[in-house]
């Protein structure tokens, strides 16, 4: 049987090998609250998923961690979120360096209207780690990284939007992997592609896993299953607010619980690979 | 019987369409038709003669470009700002309704007003006299509504996932809007600046009895006390006090070149404007 809360104490111990974890975190919108009492605990080196219905707020957990959920007015948070054992909102960390070392891929691919080369190098060259000799041979990296060199590497200077959706994206990674982030957020970033795009994605994901931290949202249970090391659970059943019901590695989450909003999520599923598989179904 | 109505609605939209569109046409003939005649390099570019029944517009194109550059310049960075305050920095609601009231209120204030407040202020209290200065920045003060608004519609509908996108890649405040908002929205600042500009240029009142007089001026050479001659006080004057029918066509010549810079300075903007068009367009 899974933990129907995943966790209750932090373990002094192994507080150390996470490399992000969320301390009874809530979010609320003036004095609503969408999620509450959020504890997650990540290790380095492996794709941790957040699935659960739609409107759960895993794309607004997804956005405390790398505080972009200060950008919505009205939003406030409570609860500690700590990258490796310190607190990002503590008064000491710079949040631009934050959002560098949490990376973000969104939804939908947003390429800026200029060239591919400048697309990769939005965030490199506004950060000055990179000289800017450098930079050119930091954009082949991270576009090699993504993927996506050989199809560019011609038509550097074209513009960005002529790319294919699948392309764009690739390049919104590729953008953000040049800025070498330890962690990257993802949040849905299959689902306005087509399966060969998808299948692009998800090979990169399992690749880049090897030198970084993953957290992805994803809707769709066979990517999941695929792809994630462990899965949260986010359900909103209990008043609309958004909770993590139980977590875990994910062929445990998948395959047997025995919790009846996850079993009714898991049902509702349209992937073959897992729709229903809960109790032998 | 809907149908009927249905074309009557469509032909009564047709007809608001159309009337702009032949009022704006038989204005620009009229002058055309009436100006044209006066028109030639000697009117062009010589100064004015007999109390404007002779000679050239020379320096009143000069002057009306000058206070037209002045109050670019004076408007355009403040409304710049303005507009960035407004639509990336402010975030608490109640305030970004109080200033866009107040823009609505200065917006509104009839250009007489500029103008007495610039007598006052700047011509009296600070004793630049009748002075270029004080109609620029006037002017600026006048356009700075239109401009500040366009702009800010601008930022407004930029598209958000833009500004995530850069903050998600580590941008501050200030890189997201040179990297993102500035680039986005020029096309909102280029047309607000054209139609402060084309409204300026037409003003009488605020420059009347602080900056413009009708001949004796050439080109400034200081701030205080060099007023210059412009294109609408000359018009407002030959219409008002000129019983001579050759100064009569040159009132109109003069305000064909009124026109034809107000129309230049819209064609000089295109290319520009077009070029973001396009670049937002392939988003």
């Known amino acids: 049987m899974i933990e129907s809360t995943l966790v209750e104490k932090i373990d002094g111990d192994k507080a150390g090998q996470y490399i992000l974890e969320t301390r009874d975190l809530c979010v609320f919108a003036g004095?609503?609250?969408?999620?509450?009492?959020?504890?997650?605990?990540?290790?380095?080196?492996?794709?941790?998923?957040?699935?659960?219905?739609?409107?759960?707020?895993?794309?607004?957990?997804?956005?405390?961690?790398?505080?972009?959920?200060?950008?919505?007015?009205?939003?406030?948070?409570?609860?500690?979120?700590?990258?490796?054992?310190?607190?990002?909102?503590?008064?000491?960390?710079?949040?631009?360096?934050?959002?560098?070392?949490?990376?973000?891929?969104?939804?939908?691919?947003?390429?800026?209207?200029?060239s591919i080369l400048k697309n990769v190098l939005f965030g490199v060259r506004?950060?000055?780690?990179?000289?800017?000799?450098?930079?050119?041979?930091?954009?082949?990296?991270?576009?090699?990284e993504a993927t996506l060199w050989d199809e560019v590497k011609d038509r550097l200077q074209d513009c960005a939007s002529k790319l294919s959706l699948g392309q764009q994206q690739r390049l919104c990674l590729a953008r953000t992997l040049a800025v070498n982030p330890e962690v990257i957020l993802m949040d849905e970033p299959t689902s306005a592609l087509d399966p060969k795009s998808t299948q692009a994605i998800e090979e990169l994901i399992g690749q880049l896993k090897t030198t970084r931290t993953i957290i992805l949202v994803t809707h769709h249970l066979g990517q999941a299953h695929r792809l994630c090391d462990e899965v949260a659970f986010v359900s909103n059943q209990s008043g609309g607010i958004g909770r993590i019901a139980c977590s875990g590695p994910v062929a445990a989450i998948l395959e047997s619980t025995d919790l009846p909003e996850l079993k009714d999520f898991l049902c509702s599923g349209k992937d073959p690979v897992v729709t229903c598989c809960v109790d032998g179904e | 019987m809907r149908h009927w109505l249905d074309r009557l609605f469509i032909l009564c939209t047709a007809l608001c369409a159309a009337l702009p569109v032949v009022i704006i046409v038989f204005i620009i003939g009229v002058i055309a038709w009436r100006g044209g005649g006066?028109?030639?390099?000697?009117?062009?570019?010589?100064?004015?003669?007999?109390?404007?029944?002779?000679?050239?517009?020379?320096?009143?194109?000069?002057?009306?470009?000058?206070?037209?550059?002045?109050?670019?310049?004076?408007?355009?960075?403040?409304?710049?700002?303005?507009?960035?305050?407004?639509?990336?920095?402010?975030?608490?609601?109640?305030?970004?309704?109080?200033?866009?009231?107040?823009?609505?209120?200065?917006?509104?204030?009839?250009?007489?007003?500029?103008?007495?407040?610039?007598?006052?202020?700047?011509?009296?209290?600070?004793?630049?006299?009748?002075?270029?200065?004080?109609?620029?920045?006037?002017?600026?003060?006048?356009?700075?509504?239109?401009?500040?608004?366009?702009?800010?519609e601008q930022i407004k509908s930029l598209p958000r996932h833009y500004i995530e996108a850069a903050a998600g890649l580590g941008l501050s405040d200030s890189q997201r809007v040179w990297s993102v908002v500035m680039p986005q929205c020029a096309g909102g600042l280029v047309t607000g600046s054209l139609l402060g500009l084309a409204r300026a240029a037409g003003e009488t009142a605020p420059i009347m009895f602080t900056s413009t007089i009708f001949a004796g001026a050439t080109i400034p050479s200081g701030v205080k006390e060099s007023p210059v001659l412009s294109l609408p006080y000359h018009i407002f004057i030959l219409a008002q006090d000129s019983f001579d029918p050759a100064a009569g066509t040159n009132l109109w010549g003069t305000a064909l070149v009124l026109l034809v810079l107000v129309l230049g300075l819209s064609l000089l903007a295109l290319p520009a404007r077009l070029h973001i068009h396009e670049e937002s367009g392939n988003d």
């Open chain 1, 31 to 114: 004095n609503r609250k969408l999620l509450q009492d959020v504890n997650l605990r990540i290790v380095p080196h492996q794709v941790f998923g957040l699935i659960g219905p739609s409107g759960a707020g895993k794309s607004t957990l997804l956005r405390c961690l790398n505080r972009l959920i200060e950008l919505d007015h009205g939003l406030r948070v409570e609860g500690e979120i700590l990258l490796h054992g310190r607190s990002i909102y503590s008064s000491q960390v710079n949040v631009d360096h934050l959002r560098v070392r949490l990376g973000m891929l969104f939804q939908q691919a947003v390429v800026f209207p200029v």
């Open chain 1, 126 to 144: 506004h950060h000055r780690a990179v000289p800017r000799a450098e930079w050119t041979s930091a954009a082949e990296q991270a576009l090699r």
């Open chain 2, 38 to 152: 006066a028109l030639s390099w000697e009117f062009l570019t010589d100064q004015i003669r007999s109390a404007g029944a002779d000679g050239g517009i020379f320096y009143n194109i000069a002057g009306t470009l000058i206070l037209l550059m002045t109050a670019f310049l004076v408007s355009v960075p403040i409304a710049t700002g303005l507009a960035l305050v407004h639509g990336v920095y402010l975030k608490n609601e109640r305030t970004k309704e109080r200033l866009w009231l107040l823009l609505s209120v200065l917006n509104g204030v009839p250009s007489i007003l500029f103008g007495l407040f610039g007598l006052i202020v700047f011509v009296k209290y600070l004793g630049w006299g009748k002075s270029w200065m004080t109609g620029g920045v006037l002017l600026g003060l006048m356009m700075l509504p239109t401009v500040a608004v366009a702009f800010i």
